[in-house]
C-alpha cells in the first residue's frame, strides 16, 4: 500500500488530562493510519483512552484540563492539524472532518430546531443562503431516512426517538460531505434492533461518498460489519492492529484473545457462563513501567512488568505489542474458546 | 538484560488484578481536601474563627463595660484609651461593637437552625406521607411563598413586638420554606433511585439505609443552605433593626449600632464606619466560605 | 390551557382570600388598639363616635366579614391615624415612585450583572474573571443598607453631586429628576449585579460542559457563534426563572432605600404606618402588595407554558 492512499497517520500520540489528583495520561504514544475510503475501528474497553484520541483528531481537546503532548503528529493529508491556525482548524471541522457522539441527545442542541442545527454546517462551510440549506436540511433528513422530513426540520430533538436522533446526528455529519468520519460509539446507546440500520446508514454514506472512517466501539459485533482493520487499545496505547480477517481468526495479543472470548455466541451448545476479563485496568494515573494489561494477563512474565513490550510485525500490516512473539518467550496458542463444543 | 528467566509464564494473581491505585476515599474526606485547598475558602474560614473568639473575648479585652456611659467622653475618635471611639452616650464602642456581633451571629444561628430543624421535618414528612397531606403541606408553602418575605417578617414584628423572640420568629418564619423543599425533593428522587432500590432489596435494615444514603446526601443540603441562610439573617437583622423595627436600643446589635451610627454620621462617621465594616467582614466571610463549600460539595467536580 | 388558566386564577383568588384572613386576625392580636392614642385625650362621646366611625365597635367577627366584602368591592380602608387618608388612594400616589425606583435598579442591575456573567465565563481563569467575581462577593456582602449611607454620604454629603433626599414629583414622576434617583438605584442594583453575574457565570460554565456544544465545534462554528447560538440561549433558561421574581420584588418596594433616601414610596410608608400601628392601612397595603406580586407571579407562569424552553423557545424565527 503506498503512502499517499493514507488519508489519516496518526503518530505517536500522546494526550494528558490534569487532574486534582495529577497527570492522567489517557492516551500514551498511539500510532494508526487509516486508507482512502477504508473503515478503521479502534475497539477497547471503557477508559482505554479510545474516545480522547476521537476528540483529540477532531480537535475537541480543551486546555487547562486536556494537553496534546509536544511531538504528537495527526497527519490530515500529509499536513500535521496539531499545527493549523484558527481558520484552518475551522474549516477543517465540519467541513473536512466530522464526528458523531454516543449520545445524541446529549449531542443535540435541545433548544434549537434540528433543521438549523444541520444548517449551520452548511451555510458555514458551503456559504449556502438560508433558503438553500434549509432545502439542504430537508434533502439530509431524507437522506438519512427520516420520515416526512419538511414537517421534522422544524422541530427540536426531544420530540425525535433515540434512533431518530442518532439519524439527525448523521445527517449533520454528512452535511458537507466530510472526507473523514469519526464515529465515537455511534450505537452503544441504541436499541439492538436501531444498532444495524444506523450501522446501515452509515456503511452507504460512506460507500457514496468514499468517506474514510474510524469507528470507535467496544462491540466487536459492530467491527465485524464495517471495518476493514481493527487497532486493540488498552490503557492508552495500541496493543495490535491488523485487518479485520487477521484479528478476529489470527490474534495475536493475549488481551485480544480475552476480548473475542468474551462476546457472546449463540452457536455455542453448553450452557457455559460467558467469559470475562478479570480485574480492572491500571491507572492511568501512574501507568505501569512495563505492559498494561500484565496484571490482568493469564501469560504474564517477569519481563512484563518491567519493559513495554517490543511491536513484532505479522506481515499484512498485522502488528502486536506482547514479550509473547519474542524468540526467548515459550509457545503459546490462543486457548480454545469456553463451552467450545466446536 | 533479557535473560530467559524472565520469560516464564508467571500468570497474574487476582489482588495485582484488581488492585486501584487511587486510594478510596470518602465523600466528606473527599470534600475536606477540596476545602483545604481552596486558600479563600480557608481564609474566611481562619476570619470566622477569629470573629467568634472575637464576640466571645472582645468586650473584655479593654476592661469597659459596654453599657456604661461617660459622659465626659463622648463622641471620642479612636484613641489608644477607646480603640474605636466612645458613642453619643460615652461608651466604650469597642466593646459594644463585639457584643452587638454576638447578638447579630447568634441571632443568625438560632434563626438558621430553627429553618433547618423545620424545613427537614416538614419535607420529610412531605415525601414520607406523600399523597393528599403532601398536596395541602405544598400549598401551604404556595400561600406562605406569595407574600414578599419582608412584608410577612415585619407582620409578625409588629405583632409580637421588639424582642428577642419576636425577631427569631420573624426572620424564621418564610425561611425553611425552601430548604422543606430541597429536603422533600432530595427524599423523592433518593426512594427512586435504584441503589436504594437495590439497598432495600438486599435486605438493608431501614436505619442502614438513613444513616448510609440519605444523612449524607442531606447534610450537603443543609451546610449549603445554612451557609447561605446565616449571612441572609445578618442582612435582614440588621436591615429591621435599622428601620427601627427589630430590636431597639437599649437592646444592641450590629443593626441597631448602625441606626445609631447614622444619627451622628455628619459629625461622628466613624461611629457608623466600624460596625458596617464588622458586620461586612463577616457576612463576607461566610459568603466566601459558602461558595468553598459548595464548590467542595459538588460531586460533579470530583476527580 | 383554558383549564389550566381557569385553575390557577381560581388558587389566585383563594390564595387572597386566605392572607387577607390571616393577616387581618394577625392584627387582631396587636397589643392595645390603634385610635387609643388619639382618643385617650377626648371626651367620652366623641370618643364612641370616633370608634364607631372606623367601626371598632363592633365584635371582631362582625368586623372580618364587613373588611373582607369592603376588600372584594375595591374599598381597602382608611388610615386610623391620617383622616381621609385611603389605601387606594396611598397606592395610587406611592406605587409609581416603587416602580420606577425598582424597575430602574433592576434594569441597570440585571444588564450590568449579565453583560458581567459572560465576560466572566468567557475569560474563564484570567484576571478578569478574578476582579467580576471578587467583585460579585464584594456586592453580595455589603447590605444595601450601608451601601446607601455609604453612597449619600461622599457624593450627596461630601462631593455635593446629588440631593441627599427626596424624589422627583408631578411632571417629573416617571420621566424626570433624574439627579435624585441616580443614588437611589445604584444603591438598590448592586444586588442584582452580584446576584444576577453569578447565575449566568455558572449557567454558563455548566452549558460550557454539555455535549451539544462539542458537536457545536466539531462543525467548525467560530468561538462567537457558539456562544452565541448555543451557549447563551441555553444558560438564560435560570436567568428566566430567576427574572419574574426579580420584577415582583421590586415593585413590592425597596423598604431600606426609601427609608434612607426619604423616598415617598410604598415601602417607606409600610415602615410608618407599622411604627404608627395604623392596622388598616398595613391590612390594606399587605393585601395589596401580595395580590401586586402574585398576580406577576401568575402572568410569568402562564408566559412559562406558552414559551416553555423544550416545546418552543423564545426568539426562534418560525
Not at chain 1, 492516551?27 to 482512502?36: A, D, H, I, Q, S
Not at chain 1, 464526528?99 to 458551503?126: C, W, Y
Not at chain 2, 489482588?15 to 478510596?24: F, Q, Y
Not at chain 3, 453583560?115 to 475569560?123: C, H, N
Request: overall charge positive; proline content about 5%; aromatic content about 8%.
Amino acid at each position: 500500500m503506498s503512502e499517499k492512499n493514507h488519508i489519516l497517520e496518526v503518530k505517536n500520540l500522546q494526550v494528558s488530562y490534569h487532574t486534582y489528583a495529577g497527570e492522567v495520561k489517557a492516551v500514551r504514544g498511539v500510532n494508526f493510519e487509516l486508507n482512502t475510503g477504508e473503515a478503521l475501528a479502534i475497539v477497547g474497553e471503557s477508559g482505554c483512552g479510545k474516545s480522547v484520541t476521537a476528540k483529540t483528531i477532531m480537535g475537541l481537546i480543551k486546555g487547562p484540563a486536556g494537553e496534546v503532548k509536544k511531538g504528537s503528529e495527526i497527519l490530515y493529508k500529509g499536513e500535521n492539524v496539531l499545527n493549523y491556525d484558527k481558520k484552518q482548524w475551522q474549516a477543517y471541522k465540519g467541513g473536512e472532518c466530522a464526528i458523531i457522539f454516543q449520545d445524541a441527545l446529549a449531542s443535540l442542541n435541545p433548544t434549537m430546531r434540528v433543521g438549523k442545527q444541520i444548517m449551520e454546517n452548511l451555510m458555514v462551510h458551503k456559504h449556502m443562503s438560508k433558503k438553500e440549506a434549509q432545502k439542504e436540511a430537508v434533502e439530509m433528513l431524507r437522506l438519512v431516512g427520516i420520515p416526512e422530513p419538511e414537517k421534522r426540520v422544524k422541530q427540536y430533538p426531544h420530540q425525535f426517538s433515540g434512533g431518530m436522533r442518532q439519524r439527525v446526528m448523521i445527517a449533520i455529519a454528512f452535511a458537507c460531505d466530510p472526507k473523514l468520519l469519526i464515529c465515537d460509539e455511534p450505537t452503544t446507546a441504541l436499541d439492538v434492533t436501531i444498532q444495524g440500520q444506523i450501522l446501515d446508514i452509515i456503511k452507504d454514506l460512506q460507500k457514496r461518498n468514499n468517506t474514510s472512517v474510524i469507528m470507535i466501539t467496544h462491540d466487536l459485533g459492530v467491527v465485524a460489519n464495517v471495518a476493514q482493520e481493527i487497532a486493540v487499545m488498552y490503557s492508552g496505547v495500541i496493543v495490535e492492529r491488523g485487518k479485520c480477517e487477521d484479528i478476529f481468526y489470527r490474534p495475536r495479543h493475549p488481551y485480544t484473545w480475552a476480548l473475542i472470548q468474551s462476546v457472546p455466541r449463540l452457536d455455542l451448545k453448553n450452557k457455559q457462563e460467558l467469559a470475562s476479563i478479570p480485574g480492572t485496568p491500571p491507572d492511568l494515573l501512574n501507568p505501569p513501567a512495563g505492559c498494561p494489561f500484565s496484571t490482568r494477563c493469564k501469560y504474564c512474565m517477569g519481563i512484563c512488568k518491567e519493559q513495554m513490550p517490543e511491536i513484532t510485525d505479522f506481515g499484512d500490516g498485522h502488528t502486536a505489542a506482547c514479550w509473547l512473539h519474542h524468540p526467548m518467550a515459550p509457545k503459546v496458542e490462543m486457548p480454545e474458546r469456553k463451552g467450545g463444543a466446536e | 538484560m533479557l535473560t530467559p528467566d524472565k520469560f516464564k509464564i508467571v500468570g497474574y494473581t487476582q489482588e495485582e488484578a484488581n488492585k486501584i491505585d487511587r486510594p478510596t476515599i470518602s465523600y466528606w474526606q473527599d470534600a475536606w481536601r477540596r476545602l483545604k485547598k481552596n486558600p479563600v475558602a480557608m481564609v474566611s474560614l481562619v476570619v470566622l474563627c477569629f470573629l467568634v473568639i472575637m464576640v466571645i473575648i472582645g468586650p473584655h479585652i479593654r476592661g469597659y463595660d459596654y453599657i456604661t456611659m461617660n459622659v465626659a467622653e463622648k463622641n471620642q475618635g479612636s484613641s489608644a484609651k477607646y480603640w474605636f471611639g466612645t458613642d453619643y452616650l460615652g461608651r466604650d464602642l469597642f466593646s459594644r461593637i463585639w457584643v452587638g456581633a454576638r447578638a447579630s451571629i447568634l441571632i443568625a444561628l438560632v434563626a438558621t437552625a430553627l429553618k433547618l430543624i423545620v424545613g427537614t421535618l416538614y419535607g420529610a414528612a412531605m415525601a414520607h406521607f406523600g399523597g393528599w397531606v403532601d398536596d395541602i403541606l405544598m400549598r401551604i408553602i404556595e400561600v406562605l411563598n406569595s407574600l414578599p418575605n419582608l412584608l410577612i417578617t415585619i407582620l409578625i414584628m409588629m405583632v409580637l413586638g421588639n424582642n428577642m423572640f419576636a425577631l427569631l420568629v420573624a426572620l424564621s418564619i418564610t425561611a425553611w420554606c425552601s430548604t422543606a423543599r430541597q429536603v422533600r425533593g432530595m427524599i423523592k428522587q433518593l426512594k427512586e433511585t435504584e441503589y436504594v432500590y437495590a439497598a432495600e432489596v438486599l435486605g438493608a435494615k431501614p436505619l442502614h439505609i438513613i444513616i448510609k444514603h440519605y444523612v449524607p446526601n442531606m447534610l450537603s443540603i443543609l451546610i449549603l443552605n445554612a451557609s447561605t441562610a446565616i449571612p441572609q439573617f445578618i442582612f435582614t437583622e440588621a436591615g429591621l433593626s435599622f428601620l427601627g423595627i427589630g430590636l431597639t436600643a437599649p437592646e444592641i446589635s450590629l443593626g441597631v449600632l448602625i441606626s445609631q451610627g447614622q444619627k451622628t454620621l455628619d459629625f461622628y462617621p466613624s461611629q457608623l464606619v466600624y460596625p458596617c465594616v464588622v458586620l461586612c467582614v463577616i457576612v463576607m466571610a461566610f459568603n466566601l466560605l459558602g461558595d468553598g463549600l459548595r464548590d467542595a460539595l459538588d460531586p460533579r467536580l470530583r476527580q | 390551557m383554558a383549564k389550566y388558566l381557569i385553575r390557577r386564577f381560581c388558587e389566585l383568588v383563594l390564595t387572597i382570600f386566605l392572607i387577607a384572613s390571616a393577616t387581618f386576625f394577625l392584627l387582631e392580636a396587636v397589643p392595645g388598639d390603634p385610635l387609643s392614642e388619639r382618643a385617650d385625650k377626648l371626651p367620652v362621646q366623641s370618643r364612641e363616635i370616633l370608634y364607631k366611625r372606623y367601626g371598632l365597635d363592633k365584635p371582631m367577627m362582625e368586623r372580618y366579614v364587613l373588611t373582607m366584602t369592603r376588600m372584594c368591592k375595591g374599598d381597602f380602608g382608611e388610615s386610623f391615624v391620617y383622616a381621609g387618608q385611603t389605601v387606594g388612594g396611598l397606592i395610587h400616589d406611592r406605587l409609581p415612585v416603587s416602580a420606577r425606583l425598582g424597575l430602574q435598579q433592576m434594569i441597570l442591575g440585571v444588564t450590568v450583572g449579565l453583560l458581567l456573567g459572560i465576560v466572566a465565563a468567557t475569560k474563564r481563569g484570567t484576571a478578569i474573571d478574578y476582579m467580576v467575581v471578587g467583585l460579585s462577593v464584594l456586592l453580595i456582602s455589603i447590605p444595601h443598607l450601608i451601601f446607601g449611607l455609604m453612597l449619600q454620604k461622599i457624593f450627596a454629603g461630601t462631593l455635593r453631586w446629588f440631593p441627599t433626599i427626596g424624589w422627583p414629583a408631578g411632571k417629573d414622576l416617571w420621566l424626570g429628576g433624574w439627579e435624585y434617583t441616580v443614588l437611589p438605584t445604584l444603591t438598590g442594583c448592586f444586588s442584582y449585579i452580584a446576584s444576577y453575574a453569578r447565575l449566568l457565570k455558572t449557567s454558563m460554565l455548566d452549558v460550557v460542559n454539555q455535549d451539544y456544544v462539542l458537536t457545536a465545534e466539531s462543525k467548525g462554528l467560530s468561538k462567537g457563534a457558539i456562544i452565541r447560538k448555543h451557549i447563551l440561549r441555553n444558560s438564560f433558561i435560570p436567568v428566566m426563572t430567576q427574572l419574574p421574581m426579580s420584577v415582583g420584588m421590586c415593585i413590592t418596594g425597596s423598604f431600606f432605600i426609601e427609608s434612607i433616601y426619604s423616598i415617598p414610596g410604598i415601602g417607606q410608608y409600610y415602615v410608618t404606618a407599622v411604627n404608627n400601628q395604623d392596622l388598616s392601612i398595613v391590612l390594606g397595603e399587605t393585601v395589596l402588595l401580595s395580590l401586586l406580586y402574585i398576580i406577576i407571579l401568575f402572568i410569568t407562569d402562564i408566559l412559562y407554558v406558552v414559551v416553555d424552553p423544550r416545546i418552543a423557545m423564545p426568539g426562534q424565527e418560525h
